[in-house]
């Protein structure tokens, strides 16, 4: 059993930086794929990024490349989302995910998620 707990969310103004962070419970933390998605007021969840149990393999969705950098230390048990240049269609509860094998893009399938944490970018 793993458990993600995320942390990093708040409110910052366009153009601003965040980071999150999910911390995973377990002993199994360097073997999972880690990924990030979000969903928005009145919106369907949507992949942000992912990344490999080694760290060498990332990936990311359109609305976020170049801005947004997935990272994780496996000796903390942790995963980043490092968040520049936020717009404030970046509002959205950010989810932490966990997966055996990888994350699908589409969120299916995947063996454990966080709770989430709110990012708020104002105008």
């Known amino acids: 059993q793993v458990q993600l707990v995320e942390s990093g969310g708040g409110l910052v103004q366009a153009g601003g930086s965040l980071r999150l962070s999910c911390v995973a419970s377990?002993?199994?933390?360097?073997?999972?794929?880690m990924g990030w998605f979000r969903q928005a007021p009145g919106k369907e969840r949507e992949f942000v990024s992912a990344?490999?149990?080694?760290?060498?393999?990332?990936s990311y969705a359109d609305s976020v490349k170049g801005r947004f950098t997935i990272s994780r230390d496996n000796a903390k048990n942790t995963v980043f989302l490092q968040m520049n240049s936020l717009k404030p269609e970046d509002t959205a509860v950010y989810y932490c995910?966990?997966?055996?094998?990888?994350?699908?893009?589409?969120?299916?399938?995947?063996?454990?998620w966080g709770q989430g944490t709110q990012v708020t970018v104002s105008s």
């Open positions: 995910a966990a997966d055996h094998a990888k994350i699908s893009t589409l969120g299916w399938g995947i063996d454990y």
């Open positions: 377990g002993r199994a933390f360097s073997t999972y794929a």
């Open positions: 990344i490999r149990w080694s760290g060498g393999s990332t």
